[in-house]
């Protein structure tokens, strides 16, 4: 059996972990910088 500290420890981690999930997914799906043009047609 885990001790009272260890198991809120975990909680904890847990629920940091999955906090913002959304925008944790979106980020690593989209990234975070929008797209810009690096060589534009004259």
């Known amino acids: ?3 009272r500290t260890k ?3 975990t909680k904890r981690s847990n629920k940091l972990k999955k906090s913002g999930a959304k925008r ?3 980020n690593r799906n989209k990234g975070t910088t929008p797209k810009f043009a690096v060589h534009q047609e004259k």
């Open 1 to 3: 059996m885990a001790s």
């Open 7 to 9: 198991e809120t420890e």
């Open 24 to 26: 944790k997914k979106a």
